[in-house]
């Protein structure tokens, strides 16, 4: 693996799906008219709400997923179909007829596959006993298991990476594939993102007053009112230009510069000055080689609220300075509405069509353009010239990121001198944190699971309604006064939050960073499985039970990266910052990410966290997964370096599966890959429950290594099943064993959707 790749990154195919049309050329005739598309929300009720009317997509009439048994149709998301219409025009426009050659999918979304979680919720509600068809909805409520589904469809076996720093999703996917080129870790990967409408996320912004009364956006405008919600998706195919040239592929531009940034100033306001917004266009740019005088156009994040647009425009001027004036910006919400976790991969292909096509869209609905406009407001669809394009997108929880684009040279790029390829330096632990069932801190953890505790369990009682069977769960006890910092934050964080927030205190603390002072730029990445479900199961209930009473302080805590958030302003990191959403194939690809970011300097160690809560409605989703199963939650972290004194950590490559059969193989493979990364006796942490259904592919594959005599623990079978927080804690109690015992530990983490990975933890 080459340390850093100096070829550009090319674009060779992309696809778009948008409430203006179905493909590029749809999209583009729609710009091309000024055309915009706000109609009445049919899809659920919005009788109560004031705003009535949203930018809907209509999809085919076709079955789009053929290769899912038909009793399954229903349970795949309108956001995921129009995924795959997406990856489908990207992949015909480059000329490819598969997935096969593609190194890695990123996506990004905001909300998931909600409306098949709000079914889940309905269904719970609505019904005392068990009901048949729960199990396959929390299946495909998850987006990897979505994504999956696409997988699937093109028999495509690789990585599959889910970020969810709300309305910068589709921005920082794509940015994050650009790393993983730069940084030799593949050399093709298709990224993007994508969101449907869906009730809970439009009843969320209602209740923030953040929609647009009147249903029309207008961006800029000086008695702007509001955003409007739209759904759709877009992905690109980025190659190096090594693996572009390999297979004679036709470049549509380079995907020259990328930046992200985090936004302290609250969850969901942005800063006034858009200080992280100055920064992240000022990234871009000097990663792209260019200055605010070469930009041609601007596809601004521009929702169309009061205090976005300002900040956005006060950042503009700030980085651009004389040069503002002469920069055309247009906002594309104004035409098809914020697409959330698609807006960012949306509004980057259309920086891309207006590139091709070499004219501009338009900002629509501007009456009288607001004081702080500094730049040249498009307000029709013109023709001009297009070399360079940037685009910027902002989210909840403060994650800013700018994509730019640039046109190609007639000439290739002056070939860099060939030198050996370089093996990048091994990640280090330098401190672990955890908080579980067991007990605040890894003391307590360590003990609890080796001397094989048996911790309490409670049946878990419904907030709503009744339950008629049993649902077992272990809950972390109470917080002890040590264990959180006072800070104002928390008083209305969920749980989830907690748990990250005292796991990362007490890495740092570990690691001699005593509340982060002293540890240098530090870069936070947050894995989850469920995510914030107390608040999201009360928020939702509040939205079917007393619509016009839903608490608008409640929402900002349902979003993925609200965690994160939190973790990142208590400890003042205004770096990158992300949250990614999967199984036990999360935290691995975190470690992963977080070697990137090292090897490119961007920061100098980072926070690698996994945590869950729990509540009636993640105990009823495990139970339904098997009744023996017990629920948990907690948090586990490791602050992980390249330079440091610490813990050698060897994450293996990754193993999707998409059936049983195949799951039992990659096991396989894992167990034989982590055999030869170790020597010596060594400790194994497991990923056995107890429950032998559960437990049978992982013990054939333990039985087939031939090895020296190791200890074997155990730590579901004490914590219970913790998803998304179970391998993070996993990771920290392996590194805590090899610290005490001087030795190897090796680590599988067996996921049970569609993806499992291991690792090896051991003494530098």
Not at 218 to 232: K, T, Y
Not at 510 to 530: D, E, H, S, T, Y
Not at 738 to 743: F, G, I, L, S, W
Request: net charge negative; glycine share 8%; proline share 5%.
């Amino acid at each position: 693996m080459s340390a850093s790749s100096p070829q550009r990154i090319l674009v060779t195919g992309a696809g778009i799906i948008s409430p203006l049309g179905l493909d590029w050329r749809e999209n583009e005739a729609s710009f091309r008219a000024n055309r915009m598309n706000f109609t009445p929300v049919t899809a659920f009720d919005v009788s109560q709400r004031i705003a009535k009317t949203a930018a809907q997509v209509t999809l085919p009439d076709e079955r789009l997923f053929l290769k899912m048994p038909r009793r399954r149709d229903h349970l795949i998301d309108r956001g995921t179909k129009m995924l795959l219409l997406a990856i489908r025009e990207a992949l015909a426009m480059a000329k490819l007829p598969g997935l096969q050659g593609i190194d890695a999918i990123i996506i990004g979304t905001s909300a998931g596959a909600m409306s098949v979680g709000q079914d889940y919720f309905r269904t719970a509600i609505s019904s005392s006993s068990r009901v048949p068809g729960q199990l396959s909805r929390v299946e495909y409520y998850q987006p990897q298991k979505q994504v999956a589904a696409i997988a699937a469809e093109y028999d495509w076996h690789g990585p599959i990476i889910i970020v969810s720093n709300a309305c910068a999703s589709g921005a920082n996917a794509i940015g994050d594939a650009m790393a993983m080129i730069q940084t030799g870790k593949a050399r093709r990967v298709l990224a993007g993102g994508y969101d449907a409408l869906a009730e809970l996320v439009f009843a969320g912004f209602d209740t923030l007053r953040a929609l647009a009364p009147s249903g029309i956006p207008r961006p800029f405008d000086a008695a702007r009112d509001g955003l409007a919600l739209g759904e759709g998706a877009a992905v690109m195919l980025l190659e190096s230009e090594a693996a572009a040239a390999e297979r004679g592929a036709e470049a549509l531009c380079e995907a020259a510069g990328y930046a992200t940034a985090t936004d302290l100033h609250h969850l969901t306001q942005p800063d006034p000055e858009g200080k992280a917004a100055i920064r992240t266009m000022a990234g871009a740019c000097a990663m792209a080689k260019v200055n605010a005088s070469q930009i041609d156009y601007i596809n601004s994040h521009g929702t169309g609220t009061p205090y976005n647009d300002v900040a956005e425009a006060s950042a503009i001027q700030t980085w651009a300075g004389s040069d503002a004036a002469r920069i055309a910006l247009s906002s594309t919400k104004s035409a098809m509405g914020h697409l959330l976790g698609g807006a960012g991969s949306v509004e980057a292909v259309i920086c891309l069509m207006a590139m091709r096509g070499q004219w501009l869209p338009a900002s629509l609905n501007v009456r009288e353009a607001d004081s702080a406009v500094c730049f040249d407001l498009v307000r029709e669809w013109r023709e001009a010239r297009v070399k360079v394009a940037l685009t910027n997108s902002f989210g909840f929880g403060g994650t800013n990121a700018t994509l730019v684009l640039k046109e190609l040279s007639e000439a290739p790029a002056s070939p860099s001198p060939k030198h050996p390829a370089t093996e990048a330096p091994s990640l280090l632990i330098l401190g672990t944190g955890a908080v579980s069932p067991a007990g605040w801190g890894t003391a307590a953890l360590v003990n609890a699971v080796t001397e094989k505790t048996e911790l309490p369990a409670t049946d878990d009682p419904r907030t709503v309604g009744s339950r008629d069977w049993e649902c077992l769960s272990l809950s972390v006890p109470a917080a002890p006064p040590e264990a959180l910092p006072k800070f104002a934050r928390l008083r209305r964080a969920s749980p989830v939050t907690k748990f990250a927030m005292a796991a990362a205190l007490e890495a740092l603390e570990k690691a001699g960073f005593p509340n982060g002072q002293g540890v240098g730029r530090l870069g936070i990445i947050q894995c989850m499985f469920n995510g914030c479900v107390q608040f999201s199961g009360r928020f939702y209930h509040e939205v079917i039970e007393t619509p016009a009473l839903a608490s608008p302080l409640i929402f900002p805590e349902t979003v993925y990266n609200a965690p994160a958030s939190h973790v990142a302003a208590f400890l003042g990191v205004d770096g990158p910052v992300t949250t990614l959403v999967g199984e036990s194939s999360a935290i691995i690809e975190g470690v992963f990410m977080a070697h990137t970011w090292l090897v490119q300097g961007l920061v100098d160690r980072v926070l690698v966290i996994g945590s869950e809560e729990g509540d009636w409605v993640a105990s009823e989703a495990v139970s339904y997964y098997h009744p023996d199963l017990k629920a948990s939650e907690g948090a586990g972290a490791l602050l992980l370096s390249l330079g440091d004194v610490g813990l050698k950590l060897t994450p293996t490559p990754a193993r999707a599966f998409l059936s049983e059969a195949e799951r039992a193989a990659g096991l396989r493979d894992i167990v034989q890959n982590l055999a030869m990364q170790t020597e010596g006796q060594f400790v194994r942490v497991s990923g056995l429950s107890g429950v032998n259904i559960l437990d049978e592919s992982e013990s054939a594959a333990w039985s087939t290594a031939c090895e020296p005599v190791v200890t074997t623990i155990h730590p579901r079978s004490v914590l219970g099943e913790s998803m998304g927080a179970g391998s993070a804690i996993q990771l920290a109690l392996a590194a805590e064993v090899a610290r005490q015992e001087d030795c190897s530990v090796q680590v599988i983490l067996p996921g049970s959707l569609c993806a499992a990975y291991g690792s090896v933890i051991s003494p530098a």
